[in-house]
């Protein structure tokens, strides 16, 4: 127990979390009860988290099964996601499902590297240029300074950006099955502290933000964060009609029209439906750092017409994701990883085939469902439920809708175009 109670309390230790859950509640007059119910040994979260006092709980639920063709991730699986926004795991899973009985979706790997862009003050443009000079004649001395930081990383790459007083090194660095970015900021420091000591250049901080980490910079679309995963399936025409209840041409012409000119009309980096929802479902039920989702933001989503069945295709920028360290320590997440089999060691990359493929499973559904006008409705049905007594009439056309594999099936649409709204919170009797 630390000597410091209440609020002073820093303590990772059952007694000292409940020592500041009261000390919060004195504080501030509400009453934690649900917070405090949690199941793990709040000693084993020490590495993830300051003055705990309890965990939040978010739902847990999985889509799939999915049949995958990568490097690492063959066979069916069973994705793991937590969320609070209703239809997502449904819409999901049916994306899963009609990718399946397509044959299964392929997904390989570019680039595995997590990159740290230090900013350093020279004196001059003449002195800058001296000091990219003398990084490129020290690669390896640099490289042997990255090296006594780590035993599981090492200095790939050395990129340099000068701007007059200013010169940025972007560094990119192989990290195993970590995420890797404590690691990257670590051996910069490193980097950085040789170069200091050969030249007199000044580190004015370890990240510059041409890095970039956790916002959405152009330089990690084009040139990749972590591991860039591109994943692809081609849909018959028969499935696409049947379970998705539109046609190859008004999905492309949908992607087309929203994902590329919409995103060009506004700016956005990446042309995507919703890419950073599955990112972030996958990536908090699994320990990833959730702030890390603005890679997957930026990914770009395309589609085609092949005589009547359809092409689709992701690629994600920057998946930074690990299967040792940082969240994936904790219990829950630990058996979220076991799920699909990527807990531990030699498991990083194919957790980001994973990632990739279940975006893809999550825009090949949204995108059918906005060009067949279900969007709207399925929403309305499986996000806004009237009671714990299970669906409605609509809910259940809805879900039927999400996970249908047959031509049978009435979707949400076509009901709503039978019976008019109703005043009920579904729209529909």
Request: glycine residues 10%.
């Amino acid at each position: 127990m630390s000597d410091r109670k209440g609020l002073k309390n820093r303590g990772y230790e059952a007694d000292d979390v409940e020592d500041r859950r009261t000390a919060v509640e004195e504080f501030t007059g509400a009453k934690m009860s649900n917070v405090s119910r949690y199941g793990f040994d709040p000693a084993c979260a020490s590495k993830n988290i300051e003055n705990m006092i309890g965990a939040t709980q978010i739902p847990l639920g999985f889509a799939g099964p999915v049949r995958i063709d990568g490097v690492f991730a063959k066979g069916d699986f069973l994705v793991p996601l937590a969320t609070t926004e209703g239809a997502l795991v449904a819409s999901i899973s049916r994306g899963m499902s009609v990718i399946t009985k397509s044959g299964g979706a392929k997904v390989h790997v570019f680039g595995d590297a997590m990159t740290r862009a230090p900013i350093l003050r020279t004196r001059s443009l003449d002195h800058c240029v001296e000091v990219m000079r003398w990084v490129d004649d020290n690669e390896d001395l640099l490289r042997k300074a990255v090296e006594g930081t780590t035993s599981h990383g090492a200095l790939v790459r050395i990129e340099k950006f000068p701007d007059g007083r200013n010169l940025f090194l972007r560094l990119s660095f192989s990290t195993g099955d970590a995420m890797g970015m404590n690691m990257a900021t670590i051996a910069s420091e490193a980097v950085c502290r040789a170069i200091e000591k050969a030249t007199g250049a000044v580190m004015v901080s370890v990240s510059g933000n041409m890095c970039s980490d956790k916002k959405p910079a152009a330089i990690n679309l084009i040139e990749g964060r972590g591991k860039t995963a591109v994943a692809e399936a081609v849909i018959p025409r028969d499935l696409v009609e049947a379970s998705l209840h539109a046609t190859a041409a008004s999905i492309a012409e949908t992607n087309s029209r929203k994902n590329l000119v919409g995103s060009i009309m506004s700016g956005t980096l990446g042309a995507n439906a919703h890419a950073a929802n599955m990112a972030a479902a996958l990536y908090i039920a699994t320990g990833q750092d959730p702030a890390q989702v603005v890679g997957c933001s930026m990914t770009l989503t395309t589609c085609e017409d092949l005589d009547e069945d359809l092409y689709i295709c992701v690629r994600v920028p920057a998946v930074e994701v690990g299967t040792v360290g940082g969240g994936t320590r904790l219990p829950c997440q630990k058996e979220a990883l076991e799920m699909m089999g990527c807990l531990g060691d030699g498991k990083a990359v194919k957790l980001a085939e994973i990632v990739a493929v279940t975006i893809l499973a999550g825009e090949l559904s949204t995108l059918a469902a906005q060009a067949a006008g279900q969007l709207g409705s399925a929403h309305a049905a499986l996000g806004r439920r009237r009671s714990s007594q299970g669906y409605n009439t609509a809910q259940r056309i809805a879900a039927a809708c999400l996970s249908s594999t047959s031509s049978t099936a009435t979707c949400a649409r076509c009901w709503g175009a039978k019976y008019p709204k109703t005043s009920s919170s579904t729209g529909y009797p």
